[in-house]
């Protein structure tokens, strides 16, 4: 069941700079989606959603880019942020479903 | 801010035992799930509970698991006869609505089956 994909399983990033996370899907009646944030042994963190009527939502420094045509979502981080350090999951659902998809994960470093 | 709180944090139980994982979701939610992330792996979906009913469940739902809520508060998931690859991390979450509803995840139940 590969229906959400991060291809990239890390990521390393200077503090301050942009972190840019990438998530496909292959579903296209998925119409919500959403970014959480995992620490070891700790449940996912909400962080940010969008649903598929729009293309962008932005909550302080997290901007959520989605691209219906290219089934594709992005998630922007700036300026990155040491605590920023984690791992990102991008997750969709559906109407009619209950249930989030989740992508495999993506592991964000902020380095000094 | 409310949270989703589970316990035990880590359990470990010899295979084939019964147990027992419990939820306290937030007090305002109608919609809870239990999820699971065997070490390495993806987040999986494993049932969602409405109404005191289940709404949806998963593949991996088999006849070895049942969900329950016995009171008002809490939300139990239980495992009758653990095998060895139950070994995960399973999360309780509870959302307001769905669809084009916000998920939130308790901190996990770390469970090794021996």
């Known amino acids: 069941d590969q229906q959400v994909k991060q291809n990239s399983p890390s990521l390393s990033v200077q503090e301050g700079r942009i972190s840019i996370l990438n998530c496909d899907y292959t579903n296209s009646m998925f119409d919500y989606f959403l970014w959480y944030k995992k620490y070891p042994a700790e449940g996912p963190t909400f962080l940010i959603s969008i649903s598929s009527i729009k293309d962008k939502n932005e909550d302080g420094r997290f901007t959520v880019f989605l691209n219906k045509s290219a089934k594709h979502l992005s998630l922007h981080i700036v300026p990155s942020q040491p605590g920023d350090s984690a791992v990102y999951f991008c997750?969709?659902?559906?109407?009619?479903?209950?249930?989030?998809?989740f992508g495999q994960g993506t592991r964000l470093t902020i380095n000094p | 801010e409310p949270e989703v709180t589970q316990t035990p944090s880590h359990q470990v139980t010899q295979m084939g035992q019964e147990v027992i994982l419990r939820c306290v979701p937030i007090s305002n939610h109608l919609y809870f799930y239990w999820y699971r992330q065997i070490l390495g792996q993806k987040v999986e979906f494993l049932v969602s509970?409405?109404?005191?009913?289940?709404?949806?469940k998963s593949e991996i739902f088999d006849d070895q698991f049942s969900v329950e809520r016995p009171d008002g508060s809490n939300f139990t998931l239980k495992i009758r006869s653990t095998k060895l690859e139950d070994s995960a991390m399973y999360f309780c979450?509870?959302?307001?609505?769905?669809?084009?509803?916000?998920?939130?995840f308790g901190e996990g139940s770390w469970l090794t089956v021996v």
């Open positions: 979450a509870s959302s307001r609505t769905v669809p084009g509803n916000t998920i939130y």
């Open positions: 997750a969709a659902s559906f109407q009619g479903a209950q249930k989030l998809v």
């Open positions: 509970f409405y109404n005191n009913e289940i709404s949806e």
